[in-house]
């Protein structure tokens, strides 16, 4: 047919910035605040609900002093493996809706925080775009984020850094405490 009125362009669904093949990621959890061990355990939770996305394994719960920034009450960290179909910004995304929902505020760097939810890995992708870097930054300086994912991927690999488990060893991890065990393998209804 012609003549007729010029097919309107629909707007890009977040269908359609799926990927067709699902890709592994870690997501490192943190907090500070209002019970940091519940609130990650709820976001673990959250992350299995993610659209066109699994979670895999979780790490134990560890509680380890606050790395720069003020005087603050210690953390508690985890991380997280997902299997998803999202892209990596929709994933950041989502991941800052989640934070947003616990009440995460941004002031100053290395404040306390209610939840901190970083993007650590994303497949074998090196990203660095503006409010998007893949691995994270300071992934490998940071045993709170290293202890736990050696913990459940000791062979997953930091591109131009080396294997976890590796990366891990030669972090100093005595201030670290391990308090519980985290959902390895969620159950059937978990994403």
């Known amino acids: 047919m012609s003549g007729g ?3 309107r362009r629909r707007p890009a669904s977040r269908r359609a910035r799926e990927l067709p093949e699902p890709v592994i990621a870690y997501i490192a959890l943190g907090g500070n605040l209002d019970g940091p061990a519940a609130r990650i355990r ?3 939770a959250e992350l299995a609900r993610l659209p066109h996305t699994r979670l895999v394994r979780a790490s134990a719960l560890y509680r380890n002093p606050a790395v720069g920034g003020p005087r603050q009450p210690d953390f508690v ?8 179909r999202l892209a990596p910004r929709e994933l950041l995304e989502r991941l800052l809706e989640i934070e947003a929902r616990h009440g995460r505020t941004r002031s100053v760097p290395n404040a306390p925080r209610t939840l901190d ?12 775009e503006p409010g998007l870097t893949v691995p994270h ?20 690999r930091v591109p131009g850094r080396g294997c976890a488990a590796g990366l891990a060893a030669l972090l100093d991890a005595r201030g670290m405490e391990r308090l519980e065990d985290g959902p390895r393998r969620p159950g059937p209804n978990a994403g």
């Not at 939810?117 to 660095?128: H, N, P, Q, S």
């Not at 930054?137 to 997953?156: C, K, N, Q, S, T």
């Open 5 to 7: 009125a010029p097919a």
């Open 117 to 128: 939810l970083d993007l650590a890995l994303y497949g074998d992708a090196v990203i660095d």
């Open 77 to 84: 960290n985890a991380v997280a493996k997902i299997a998803t």
């Open 137 to 156: 930054p300071r992934l490998a300086e940071r045993a709170f984020v290293l202890v736990p994912l050696a913990e459940i991927a000791p062979g997953a």
């Open 42 to 44: 709820r976001a673990l």
